[in-house]
């Protein structure tokens, strides 16, 4: 169980796949992670680009119903790139927008079984 200063909750990973899968959601890598997937991926680092990422550069593209497009489905979802997953992925729930934005905060409390 995960606690961190300044979040008024905890949490423990259930696999849940909800996290990857929240409506409007989107996740920005930096050119050193998009770097490290490619790696993983055994991709040339413009095949990853292309196939990946959003015309901006910077967003991952969604996969299947707006769904992270490396989330694996199943009895316990599963991130397809988790050794190099994103930051933003590392750090879930604990996003500072989540002690600002209320409305996206009883989402995710609403979605996120490990909450």
Excluded: H
């Excluded at 961190?4 to 905890?10: I, L, M």
């Amino acid at each position: 169980m995960r606690r961190e200063e300044g979040f008024p909750f905890s949490f423990s990973c259930k696999r849940s796949g909800n996290c990857c899968a929240i409506p409007g959601g989107f996740v920005r890598v930096t050119s050193d992670e998009a770097a490290a997937i490619a790696r993983l991926l055994e991709l040339d680092l413009s095949a990853f680009y292309a196939r990946y990422v959003q015309p901006d550069g910077v967003t991952l593209k969604d996969g299947f119903g707006n769904r992270c497009v490396f989330l694996n489905d199943g009895q316990q979802a599963s991130c397809s790139i988790y050794e190099a997953r994103p930051q933003k992925c590392r750090q879930w729930p604990f996003w500072p927008e989540l002690r600002t934005d209320e409305a996206l905060r009883e989402l995710v409390l609403r979605t996120c079984p490990g909450i």
